[in-house]
């Protein structure tokens, strides 16, 4: 049988997933507390963030790849994936303005113009704003269908713009982010591919 014949459809509910998705906040909550978060507690707190924000937005990527060639079926599930993706996304932009620029307007202005890699990580969180803002089934009706898979597409972008952030970000090559943006690249060459 071939493996996109196949049909794996979990049958649990929702919320189980929205909970999983907060886990790792509340294990980085409990390491504050507890002064484990080493030396520097913004920046790994900064870091985690970040990379528990593309964990989720590659997750939702891989979706439909995984329904389409191997029959599992998680769409029920990807509004939850793709939300608990911003909530890291919005967790990581707040461990930077608050703890590591401490609200310095100008700072952080002078950051986003002369850092590329926090350049194309704000351009990733702006085109996230949208798809968070529309997440909703009211707002799937008020677009239209079509509109609102139009507009969703934008993660692709966000995407790609957040595992580039986290290459650049490292300032040399190791695996772990290369890793990620593999991933990504991947995943995204499948759509092409798909379309063709």
Do not use: C
């Not at 595992?163 to 991947?186: F, Q, T």
Request: aromatic share 14%.
């Amino acid at each position: 049988m071939a493996l996109a014949n196949l049909r794996i459809q979990p049958r649990f509910p929702t919320w189980p997933v929205y909970l999983a998705g907060l886990l790792p906040a509340l294990w980085y909550l409990y390491q504050i507390f507890y002064g484990d978060l080493g030396a520097d507690p913004a920046k790994t707190l900064e870091h985690a963030m970040g990379e528990w924000a593309l964990r989720f937005l590659i997750l939702g990527l891989a979706i439909t790849p995984l329904r389409r060639e191997f029959g599992i079926g998680l769409l029920k599930y990807r509004r939850a994936i793709g939300l608990a993706a911003f909530f890291y996304v919005v967790l990581h932009l707040l461990v930077y303005l608050l703890l590591d620029q401490g609200l310095d307007w100008s700072a952080i202005w002078a950051d986003i113009v002369k850092r590329p890699y926090i350049t194309i990580g704000m351009a990733g969180f702006l085109l996230l704003l949208p798809l968070a803002a529309t997440s909703f089934n009211a707002a799937i009706r008020w677009l239209g269908g079509r509109n609102w898979n139009r507009l969703h597409k934008l993660v692709y972008p966000a995407v790609l713009a957040g595992a580039v952030h986290y290459v650049m970000l490292v300032k040399s090559w190791p695996l772990e982010p290369l890793v990620y943006l593999g991933i990504v690249l991947a995943l995204l060459a499948w759509r092409v591919w798909r379309r063709a």
